[in-house]
Each structure stands twice: as C-alpha cells, then as structure tokens.
C-alpha cells in the first residue's frame, strides 16, 4: 500500500467515524428526551436517582463523543497533509489512527450497553 494510499484509508475510515458520532450524538440525544419524559410520570425516588445516573452518563458520553470528534478532526488534517504531499503517515499519524480506532471499538461497545441497560430498565 503506497502512502498515499494508506492516508486515503485511514481518511476514509475518519469519515465513517464522523458519521457514527453524528448517529450517536442523535441517538444519545433521543435518550435523554425519552428518559425526561419517564421523570415527568416518576415519582419514585430509587427510579429518579437511577434516572438520574443515566442522565450522568448520557452527559458524560456527550463530551466523549466530542472528544474522539475533535481528536478525529485533527488528525484528518494529518492525513490530508500527507495525500497532499504523496507521503506516508508518519508513525504519530499511524499510532493517532490505532487509538482512534481502539476508542471507536470501545465507544460503539459502551453506547450499546448503555442505550440496552436504559431500554431494559425504564421497559419494566
């Protein structure tokens, strides 16, 4: 694989992440409308403070999420740069994209137990 080759993969593979962000970000979105609406019929004070972690949470994968974005976003202008020169990703550039791709793997992991836990929880 030539370096600009191997830059052009690992840029396509930012945007396809760029795009499940946005998709969590909405669906991460839609949660926290659904459990404000499961509050307002609550008055269960042990299912308002359980409500009341998942809020927490789904906060707290809100600025994950605009974290691996912005660390996306910097390194599709490593990338870019090297297309642009018809190099190859230097070793940064390369370790960047395997972190990414670890945080991608964990963040699809995590948001899947989260959405099942909150589903099954306010679905009793």
Same mark, same amino acid.
């Given at each position: 694989m030539t370096g600009s080759t191997?830059?052009?993969?690992? !840029?396509?593979?930012n945007?396809?992440?760029?795009?499940?962000? /946005? =998709? =969590? %970000?909405?669906?991460?979105?839609f949660l926290k409308t659904r459990l404000s609406e499961v509050v307002d019929r609550e008055t269960d004070n042990l299912f308002i403070a359980t409500?009341?972690?998942?809020?927490?949470? =789904? %906060? !707290?994968?809100?600025?994950? %999420?605009? /974290?691996i974005a912005n660390d996306i976003k910097g390194q599709e !202008?490593? !990338?870019q740069l090297a297309i642009?020169?018809?190099t190859i990703p230097d070793y940064a550039t390369c370790k960047l994209q395997e972190k990414l791709r670890n945080e991608m793997s964990n963040l699809e992991k995590e948001f899947s137990i989260l959405k099942n836990q909150f589903n099954t929880y306010c679905g009793q």
């Open positions: 191997k830059a052009a993969q690992f !840029l396509h593979e945007v396809s992440w760029k795009l499940l962000l /946005d =998709f =969590f %970000i909405r669906e991460n979105s409500a009341e972690q998942f809020q927490n949470n =789904f %906060i !707290l994968k809100d600025e994950y %999420i605009l /974290d !202008l490593n !990338l642009t020169k018809k």
